[in-house]
Antibody, heavy 119, light 109 residues
Framework: EVQLLESGGTLVQPGDSLTLSCAVS????????MSWVRQAPGKGLEWVSGISGSSAFTYYADSVKGRFTISRDNSKNTLFLQMNSLRAEDTAVYYC????????????WGQGTLVTVSS | QSALTQPASVSGSPGQSVTISCTGTSSDVGAHNYVSWYQQHPGKAPQLMIY???NRPSGVSNRFSGSKSGNTASLTISGLQAEDEADYYC?????????FGEGTKLTVL
């Protein structure tokens, strides 16, 4: 059974940094691209960032480019999202998702972790 | 990276069919067949319902179907059931990014 479990979400102040993790199981992690998708309270889905299986390619939404860094550790079956210079508008539930082909579609999602940016 | 345009809400009675549209541009929806649809119940993670315009993942009811014409993709749900009440999002690949639709709230009357 495919499982994705996000962690690391918490309350932080504007300008702070935070790293989210997504531990996966049930599939060969290194064979699949992965993405982070977020959802602000009461709002729609927003794709944030993606990474290829080998980490050779990374992709970012304009809204986070230069502030967020996606990475993965295939030896530990874990995906990361390092978030710097956090803003109030980054407040959201962050989901990790298994990608079936370089931003093609996401066939498995985690349950999400809440990041709140507030003073 | 503007969101794809979806109606804010649609509704239908049990047993009826509803169609949700997803309008983009020639750079995203109209450029290829990497259009997918997700269902999200309140407080839950999204679930893939349709991929590559009109393909259903294993386990998804055949009451769900997808299509595309030009820059507009559509999700049709036939034989509406109470459990179909949820938010629906389309998405499309574009220029090394992915864009979601604004989301549509489906109400089963």
């Amino acid at each position: 059974e495919v499982q994705l479990l996000e962690s690391g979400g918490t309350l932080v102040q504007p300008g702070d940094s935070l790293t989210l993790s997504c531990a996966v199981s049930g599939f060969t992690f290194s064979s699949y691209a992965m993405s982070w998708v977020r959802q602000a309270p009461g709002k729609g889905l927003e794709w944030v960032s993606g990474i290829s299986g080998s980490s050779a390619f990374t992709y970012y939404a304009d809204s986070v480019k230069g502030r967020f860094t996606i990475s993965r550790d295939n030896s530990k079956n874990t995906l990361f999202l390092q978030m710097n210079s956090l803003r109030a508008e980054d407040t959201a539930v962050y989901y990790c998702a298994k990608d079936r082909g370089r931003l093609r579609f996401f066939d498995n999602w985690g349950q999400g972790t809440l990041v709140t940016v507030s003073s | 990276q503007s969101a794809l345009t979806q109606p804010a809400s649609v509704s239908g009675s049990p047993g009826q069919s509803v169609t949700i549209s997803c309008t983009g541009t020639s750079s995203d929806v109209g450029a290829h067949n990497y259009v997918s649809w997700y269902q999200q119940h309140p407080g839950k993670a999204p679930q893939l319902m349709i991929y590559d315009v009109g393909n259903r993942p294993s386990g998804v009811s055949n009451r769900f179907s997808g299509s595309k014409s030009g820059n507009t993709a559509s999700l049709t749900i036939s034989g509406l059931q109470a459990e179909d009440e949820a938010d629906y999002y389309c998405s499309s690949y574009t220029s090394n990014t992915l864009v979601f639709g604004e989301g549509t709230k489906l109400t089963v009357l």
